[in-house]
């Protein structure tokens, strides 16, 4: 089992940028397919992003994209979340998560492993 751990968030004003990170250890990081949830009070867990195990597939929500890019470095084990343009809605605690699949990777229900996630609170 791969065990992830989240950092970098925090709170931010309105079109700030932050930076998230994912650091995976236990097994190799490489053969999993990555991605990232937010879970707002009160809300389901929504799909934020999704990349391919070698990062050449990405996969973005409506609501993100254009603003948001996920990226990793199989090297150092580690899955990223840049998020420009950070708006109130973003807010929530973020978790980045694996999969041994490789479709339909907007549907939590394929991830077998998550962090305890980070906290990104926007504010106007």
């Known amino acids: 089992q791969v065990h992830l751990v989240e950092s970098g968030g925090g709170s931010v004003q309105v079109g700030d940028s932050l930076r998230l990170s994912c650091v995976a250890s236990g097994r190799t990081f490489s053969p999993y397919s990555m991605g990232w949830f937010r879970q707002a009070p009160g809300k389901e867990r929504e799909f934020v992003a999704a990349?391919?195990?070698?990062?050449?597939?990405?996969n973005y929500p409506d609501s993100v994209k254009g603003r948001f890019t996920i990226s990793r470095d199989n090297a150092k084990n580690t899955l990223y979340l840049q998020m420009n343009s950070l708006k109130p809605e973003d807010t929530g605690v973020y978790y980045c998560?694996?999969?041994?699949?490789?479709?339909?990777?907007?549907?939590?229900?394929?991830?077998?492993?998550w962090g305890q996630g980070t906290q990104v609170t926007v504010s106007s």
């Open positions: 990349i391919s195990w070698s990062g050449g597939r990405t």
């Open positions: 998560a694996a999969s041994r699949y490789f479709t339909d990777l907007a549907d939590l229900t394929r991830y077998n492993a």
